[in-house]
């Protein structure tokens, strides 16, 4: 198992603004995931964090708006720039080995006035 | 066709009863699939794995149909503490697939 910490836990930011969330897992994974997730909604996966190269995004969200870096196995930021109150959401990052299990970090809980 | 599809919820039911969950999913080359558990503001963790073959935890029974691609879960003699919302999650290669969920209620 991996026990996933993310920091901040909350923020409250003003529009037009950036945040970086951090991810740090407890051991080395394979893969690292980041997540939004809207109140009373699923989750919709933003990107894979790709070790030492570029995040793969999914169709909808682009590298300007949430540049993610994963300089090694067991950490990731995502930084949510030029934020507006569409953004405010909950992100949570996940980590694990391919298409098995993911543990998931506690989230961080964003709010965008 | 959405990529994974739950039954819409909530569920209420009375403690002691067997409530089931359905899921759908689109992807025939989907590879892995799991039920993960939400908690009201927490974040999800794995229930348990869906194998072609079924498996069983406690009271908890999961089943996959590759040629219908479909996948539920069985809670028998359900518990104040199983109120959670159920995601069913569907994996490719390198991503995870979440459906919207399905809230559980279950009251004294």
């Known amino acids: 198992s991996a026990v996933i910490s993310q920091k901040p836990s909350r923020d409250i930011c003003q529009r037009g603004t950036s945040l970086t969330i951090q991810c740090q897992v407890d051991?080395?994974?394979?893969?690292m995931f980041w997540y939004r997730q809207q109140p009373g909604q699923s989750l919709t996966l933003i990107a894979t964090?790709?070790?030492?190269?570029?995040?793969?995004?999914e169709s909808g969200f682009v590298i300007d708006k949430f540049p993610i870096s994963r300089p090694n196995l067991t950490f990731s930021t995502l930084t949510v720039s030029n934020m507006s109150p569409e953004d405010s959401s909950i992100y949570l990052c996940?980590?694990?080995?391919?298409?098995?299990?993911?543990?998931f970090g506690p989230g961080t809980r964003l709010t965008v006035t | 066709r959405k990529e994974v599809e739950q039954d819409p919820g909530p569920f209420n039911v009375p403690e002691g009863a067997t409530v089931a969950f359905n899921c759908t999913y689109s992807?025939?080359?989907?590879?892995?699939f799991f039920w993960y558990r939400q908690d009201c503001r927490k974040e999800p963790k794995l229930l348990m794995s869906?194998?072609?073959s079924g498996n069983e935890d406690g009271r908890f029974t999961a089943q996959l149909n590759r040629a219908s691609q479909y996948i539920s879960l069985l809670i028998r003699d359900s518990k104040l503490s199983d109120s959670a919302t159920y995601l069913c999650?569907?994996?490719?290669?390198?991503?995870?697939?979440f459906g919207k969920g399905t809230m559980l209620l279950v009251s004294p």
């Open positions: 051991s080395q994974v394979t893969m």
């Open positions: 992807n025939s080359a989907s590879q892995s």
């Open positions: 964090a790709n070790q030492g190269s570029e995040a793969t995004y």
């Open positions: 996940s980590g694990g080995s391919g298409s098995y299990e993911q543990y």
């Open positions: 869906v194998y072609s």
């Open positions: 999650v569907v994996t490719g290669y390198s991503t995870l697939t």
